[in-house]
Antibody, heavy 121, light 107 residues
Framework: QVQLVESGGGVVQPGRSLRLSCAAS????????MHWVRQAPGKGLEWVAI????????YYTDAVKGRFTISRDNSKNTMFLQMNSLRAEDTGVYYC??????????????WGHGTTVTVSS | DIQMTQSPSSLSASVGDRVTITCRAS??????LAWYQQKPGKVPKLLIY???TLQSGVPSRFSGSGSGTDFTLTITSLQPEDVATYYC?????????FGPGTKVDIK
């Protein structure tokens, strides 16, 4: 079945880096845009970044621009989020999610179970 | 950037009640709007896309409407399993902002 599995979360000090991974299975990964969405403890959903299906286009929310980089390896059915200069406000559960429709953003129909990032000294 | 708002922020209704949640965009987004349901401790689930198209497997008591700046999510007969927070999201262009959420529980 269609599945997304995140990994790479953990506890990290402010200013340090972390790299999240999202392993996809059960669908043609290279046909779909992919997103990262995060949720701070007790808060709502915050869209973080998107990478187009072929990897040529990326967009970010202003809060992470210049610090986070989204990428993908279609040969390995895996997406990444490189997070640098981490701040306390980056703490939360990070979900990867798949676009509903091939090649264009259209809502996210499959979500992973999330990986937790805690930024604390 | 386009801002998304939702109202109310929370509501309490009885089983069988009709529930309506409103989402508003600060600029027109045509029908590029999705609705998600997140039950406590669970992963978000896509309910509706293109403002009014029901995602496969979602009960027909859920419906969406609207275009431009004003959108609604309606639950025609609230069920106990509908206790959740509901989010709208725009996807006409980046950033793909979520609304702040509406928490629904049973009276």
């Amino acid at each position: 079945q269609v599945q997304l599995v995140e990994s790479g979360g953990g506890v990290v000090q402010p200013g340090r880096s972390l790299r999240l991974s999202c392993a996809a299975s059960g669908f043609t990964f290279s046909n779909y845009g992919m997103h990262w969405v995060r949720q701070a403890p007790g808060k709502g959903l915050e869209w973080v970044a998107i990478i187009w299906h072929e990897g040529s286009i990326q967009y970010y929310t202003d809060a992470v621009k210049g610090r986070f980089t989204i990428s993908r390896d279609n040969s390995k059915n895996t997406m990444f989020l490189q997070m640098n200069s981490l701040r306390a406000e980056d703490t939360g559960v990070y979900y990867c999610a798949k676009d509903l429709v091939m090649a264009v953003p259209y809502g996210m129909d499959v979500w992973g179970h999330g990986t937790t990032v805690t930024v604390s000294s | 950037d386009i801002q998304m708002t939702q109202s109310p922020s929370s509501l309490s209704a009885s089983v069988g009640d009709r529930v309506t949640i409103t989402c508003r965009a600060s600029q027109g987004i045509s029908n590029y709007l999705a609705w998600y349901q997140q039950k406590p401790g669970k992963v978000p689930k896509l309910l509706i896309y293109a403002a009014s198209t029901l995602q496969s497997g979602v009960p027909s008591r859920f419906s969406g409407s609207g275009s431009g700046t004003d959108f609604t999510l309606t639950i025609t007969s609230l069920q106990p399993e509908d206790v959740a927070t509901y989010y709208c999201q725009k996807y006409n262009s980046a950033p793909f902002t979520f609304g702040p959420g509406t928490k629904v529980d049973i009276k």
